[in-house]
């Protein structure tokens, strides 16, 4: 059972910066894809990054270029950068992962972009 914890969420104004933690534990097996998604009130949960296999990341067209996501210093971590934020980008931030066919999120930390 792989659990997702989220941190790093919080109160910023347009323009600033704030990074996403995400720590999985419950497996000694490496998680090869490590994804981020953002639900804004009334709004369905969109993929905003991912990281894959061979250190390839993705992003959603609306966050490339102010968003990165990248390892953490501990196994199975990742953090997502975010700089230059929008009040757009106000939402949950939620983790996922999948292994042997199991998809797990985390419980999602909160991001609020004041203008």
């Known amino acids: 059972q792989v659990q997702l914890v989220e941190s790093g969420g919080g109160l910023v104004q347009a323009g600033g910066s704030l990074r996403l933690s995400c720590a999985a534990s419950?497996?000694?097996?490496?998680?090869?894809?490590m994804r981020w998604y953002r639900q804004a009130p009334g709004k369905q949960r969109e993929l905003v990054a991912a990281k894959t296999s061979g250190d390839n990341t993705n992003y959603a067209d609306s966050v490339k270029g102010r968003f990165t996501v990248s390892n953490g210093n501990a196994q199975n971590t990742v953090y997502l950068q975010m700089n230059s934020l929008k009040p757009e980008d106000t939402g949950v931030y939620y983790c996922?992962?999948?292994?042997?066919?199991?998809?797990?999120w985390g419980q999602g930390t909160q991001v609020t972009v004041s203008s």
């Open positions: 419950g497996t000694r097996f490496t998680l090869n894809v």
């Open positions: 996922n992962t999948f292994l042997f066919g199991t998809v797990y």
